[in-house]
């Protein structure tokens, strides 16, 4: 198969390529048209089908594959691990399921889900499909406001908690914050279902309203409870963007183009079958975690490896010594845990057995060309760059070994996936770009299935969001991208991390790229200041190898991340100022938050960061702000 055949159909005959791929999964009613688009940009995939993704990924397989893995739980807080086959998912699930529906769920409610990553977390998930109901997962340790404001927005019948969580060895108590967050909300769920760990001697149950869930299952034990056949556009899941460029968007999923766009990607882009095992090291909480942790491997009949803890401990080696353990064909991870690694002494990785290894599959934000060349030498395995977003719930630009493995470019996330017809957009013109040509990326609508019908509760903000920037309807997240002549796509930053110099536009990615291919640069993180005379000028921020050290060494870091920006860009792109800080703002999911820097560098009040990992951080550079460049 020629990946271009392929491709091609899926964009020119869509009702028959996705008629076809359909086919992967179990529908109790076919559908009876593949798609209804008379409401643009609305649509609706396989319309009038019925189906449930519990089935799909669970009870489906019990027959061929009933006592294969389907979990591997591993804790490395808890020093646990666990494998539970598809039969003991599908028992788990059910005793999940009978829980819930005792405390009153149904089709279509919606339950908040506040966990750890372990495998409870996808079984509430799991329970959650079998029985109709909307989960809204909540990524664990998320402070109370976030939490409140997530619960105001799905109104849940049910939270499910744990009593606590775990990180570099320290117990993070969950309770006390959902206590909190039901305190400040409007619309606080009747009642709460803890899954208790035994972290927290001290957790205490709300009589009446809180509910021990080992205690409430015993009353469903073995209990089976009936698969909710839904209609293929009623809604899966809700699930919050990153708020790396303001207040995060509620994210409405559907079920059927989900589970059959999960299927298509397992096989085309991350070439799992059935009894092969697949190690996705993101958290439930994000999208990564509910496709590829959860949802994707299950439905494919795969193995899936759920992991709690740092990628560090109990040494750097642990994750490719589960990759060796397990057999891990296809491991899935981002470019900032591939960089905590790199700083690591590589026979962390040597010393383990890959040889069952076969992609890296890296997403969530650009993956620098230092750290590609440096995963792509050091593991020997081919390193995939997956572009997406928590709205697509797929990958939008990727490689895909399953159908045609395309030569990788250093820098690029390759090709458009199955199903996504892209254009770039001249900003100032409108207009298609050509070749080479800097635009705004843009998914030309319908939508393929899988990705977001809609933002929960706000049709208008879905529409304002993402389908009013052009004269044309067209979908875009506003990320600014460049396609070479091969028609490998190469994503340059989000169009606010645009710096328009004296009328030449920089993406920051480029600096950032730049600046970080200095030996001493640890990390970097670029953005446009406003100035008189040039409109925007760069500056830096940069986060020094410890072996940086002294004074002299850190002035001479500086020098040298200026000299190889010029040398590299231009002088145009010589920044203004370069900071060198202790620390840099991230996300709770790892993205630098250029938002904030930008605002404390030009005085202004950073917006919404409800969900920034560290403040910290932010005291940080304040520090390197006050001390001047
Ligand atoms: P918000 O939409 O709330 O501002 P966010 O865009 O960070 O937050 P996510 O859905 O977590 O929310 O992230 C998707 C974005 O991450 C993409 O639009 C893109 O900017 C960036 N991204 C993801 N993968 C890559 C990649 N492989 N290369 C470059 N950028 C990427
Ligand atoms: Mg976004």
Redesign the pocket.
Known sequence: MRYEDVYRRSIEQPEAFWAEAAGAIDWETPPERILDYSNPPFRRWFVGGRTNLCHNAVDRHLAQRGDQPALIAVSTETNEQRSYSYRDVHREVNAFAATLAGLGVEEGDRVVIYMPNIAQAAFAMLACARLGAVHSVVFGGFAAPNLALRIDDARPKVLVCADAGMRAGKVIRYKPLVDRALEACAHPPGAVLVVNRGLDDALELQAGRDHDFDRLRQQHEGVEVPVAWVEASHPSYLLY??????K??GVQRETGGYAVALALSMRAVYDIGPGQVMFTTSDVG??VGHSYIVYGPLIAGATSIIYEGLPTSPDPGIWWRLCAEHGVRTLFSSPTAIRVLKKQDPDHIHRHDLSKLQYVF??????DEPTARWAGETIGKRII???????TGWPVLSLLPGVDLKPSKLGS?GLPNLGYRLKLINEVSGEECAAGEKGVLAIVPPLPPGCLSTVWGDDQRFLSSYFSHFKELLYS?L?WAIRDEDGYYF?LG?TDDVINVAGHRLGTREIEESASGCALVAEAAVIGAADETKGQVPVVFALLRQSAGDTDGRQQAAESIRARIVDQLGAVAGPARIYLVEALPK?R?G?LLRRSLQALVEQRDPGDLSTLDDPGALDAVKRALEQGS
């Open positions: 963007t990153s708020g790396t460029t303001g995060p968007k994000w999208v890296l997403a969530g934000e650009p993956l760059d997956n572009y997406w977003q928590t709205e996330p997240s990320d994503i989000r996300t999911s993205k």
